[in-house]
């Protein structure tokens, strides 16, 4: 025998181990042993028939609870069975409230604290009410696009007009956490934490740019993708006649599906957002999350549908958001597998579940069609010399597919520097006559020309001015 979730040793009792009761009847009950080592030798106790008649007592007053107190004997010596049964209700120590891990007693704090009380007066953070808001605080926009979305999957939906009623179909209470998180016109000045961070990180400490997606759960999804696509990640581009195609480097579904999983199963007890850590060669999304009742090897093959957030999740089925086979995180994989990536990696870490894409890493798209610089060299006829070079290492290699090599982040550099040789240029105009995203060279390119000494700004002392533009620097 062995110290385990449901056995605890001692070799003697002092008053403070009523913990150890405190932790089993908030768990799945056991049995405290006292006489016996750390081993589970029996070690024996004094006086034990004074234990055995001051014990029962002394916990019901600490704790109030009656355990079953047994006197034991082996080889000669004595000790004590101290049986606990799993309590229904929270039990507490002094006000403070312990549970079990394994053969670890710990008391619950903060979060976790409100989490395991919620759960043993049988709430949920979804039922909890928000008395102060009502039907004048939904989103109209919002649930009118939830009924075009949901038509397919809830009948006659679209015809619906009575909000009230509308909610109740989607067993929904007005005020309940749920609706005000889905549906509501200020989801953060009733839930904080019901929003998502997203940073573009140079290392694990430096951050480049952070933004912050606010409003309801509906509304966040395609404002995150959007950013995320716009501001934050690379496009392969490439070329079908005349027709521009672009490419993210993650796959976008895949991006989609990570999304909706963080929003349905996150745990909105706690104070922290839905994270997403975009580096030079990953993307990590993070938010706190408990498993229920599967393991992080278990989201990469076939496993039930436990969504934590069970209306929240309802609400984005019938929507169309997702589906209800447990299926999405194996769709997550294929398609980034499907895509020559590989398998995106399931982490859980101090509560909680991070999920990292890895790419192939690139400095900037790498399909440039030989007619990109052709504006450029238009524009700058007078620079033709100092170009030159750019030209003959951007020459397209298959003129039938219009694909190059990609440039390397120097070469990148000198034609940003070259641009802007004679003239103050925005970053909209860099990035036109480079062919790239505005966003990428903001944030990739013109912190380190700048840093560097190569550039310089039209309104240096307004690094933000709304009119802020970029020259080359010319040397002394």
């Not at 922290?272 to 938010?287: P, T």
Request: a neutral charge.
């Amino acid at each position: 025998m062995k110290e385990d979730q449901h056995i605890e040793f001692k070799e003697s009792w002092h008053d403070e181990y009523t913990r150890y009761v405190s932790a089993f009847c908030n768990t799945q009950g056991g049995v405290l042993y006292i006489g016996l080592n750390d081993n589970g030798t029996v070690v024996g106790i004094e006086h034990p028939e004074k234990l055995i008649e001051r014990l029962p007592n002394f916990i019901a007053q600490k704790t109030g609870i009656m355990p079953l107190v047994h006197l034991k004997e082996s080889n000669g010596k004595e000790y004590l069975e101290i049986e606990v049964q799993p309590s229904a209700m929270p039990i507490s120590v002094h006000g403070r409230y312990y549970t079990r891990s394994g053969s670890v007693t710990s008391e619950l704090q903060g979060n976790q604290l409100n989490m395991f009380l919620a759960a043993k007066m049988g709430l949920t953070w979804e039922s909890v009410v928000e008395e102060d808001f009502s039907l004048d605080d939904i989103d109209i926009e919002t649930v009118e696009r939830f009924k075009l979305l949901a038509k397919d999957r809830v009948p006659s939906i679209e015809q619906e007009t009575d909000i009230l009623a509308l909610m109740k179909r989607l067993n929904l209470v007005v005020g309940g956490r749920a609706a005000v998180v889905l549906f509501g016109k200020n989801v953060q000045k009733y839930v904080l934490q019901a929003r998502i961070k997203i940073g573009k990180f140079l290392s694990e400490t430096e951050v480049l740019t952070t933004d912050i997606i606010e409003g309801n759960l509906i509304q966040q999804v395609d404002r995150a993708l959007d950013i995320l696509r716009t501001k934050y990640l690379l496009s392969y581009i490439s070329y079908e006649g005349i027709h521009r195609r672009e490419k993210l480097v993650y796959p976008y579904e895949a991006l989609r599906e990570a999304l909706l999983n963080s929003i349905i199963h996150r745990e909105y007890f706690v104070s922290s957002e839905i994270q997403i850590r975009i580096y030079d060669d990953k993307l990590v999304m993070g938010n706190e999350a408990r498993l229920q009742d599967i393991t992080v090897e278990d989201l990469s093959r076939p496993h039930p549908s436990r969504p934590h957030n069970k209306l929240i999740a309802d609400v984005f089925y019938k929507a169309g958001f997702i589906e209800s086979w447990g299926r999405g995180t194996q769709r997550i994989i294929d398609n980034c597998v499907a895509e020559g990536l590989s398998a995106p990696v399931y982490e859980y870490k101090m509560g909680f579940l991070y999920l990292t894409f890895m790419s192939k890493q690139i400095v900037e798209s790498p399909y440039v069609a030989d007619e990109t610089l052709r504006p450029l060299g238009e524009t700058l006829r007078p620079l033709g010399e100092t170009l030159r070079p750019l030209n003959e290492t951007l020459r397209p290699s298959d003129m039938a597919s219009k694909r190059v090599r990609r440039m390397s982040k120097a070469e990148m550099m000198d034609s940003i520097v070259a641009c802007c040789l004679n003239a103050y240029l925005t970053i909209e105009e860099i990035a036109s006559f480079v062919n790239r995203n505005p966003a990428y060279i903001k944030n990739e390119f013109i912190p380190l020309l700048l840093s560097t000494g190569r550039l310089t700004r039209l309104y240096p002392n307004t690094p933000n001015h709304p009119k802020q533009a970029y020259k080359t620097k010319k040397e002394k």
